[in-house]
């Protein structure tokens, strides 16, 4: 069955990103195919972001690509809990 990997909505979007702009450079049925740059904005613009976010994605991909266990992390997960 499923397993819920319990990732907040912030990795989950990332993650997701960058499988569909993985998707789009890699599937030869798609426009992009082959084209590192138009994937990555095919992406962000089906995510309904704007080419910063296709950067972000880009250097994303590039590593996770380079170290598979790597996974994107949430920056803002950590301000609820107590410096203390």
Known sequence: GYIDPKL???TRSR????RSFLAL???????TYGKWKA???AAALTMGRSTYCARVLRRLAREYISDRSL??????GY????LL
């Open 8 to 10: 907040d909505p912030f």
């Open 15 to 18: 993650i997701e990103g960058i």
């Open 39 to 41: 994937a990555s904005i």
């Open 79 to 82: 301000w609820n809990n107590t």
């Open 71 to 76: 996974l994107p992390e949430n920056p803002y």
């Open 25 to 31: 450079y890699a599937s030869p049925q798609s426009p």
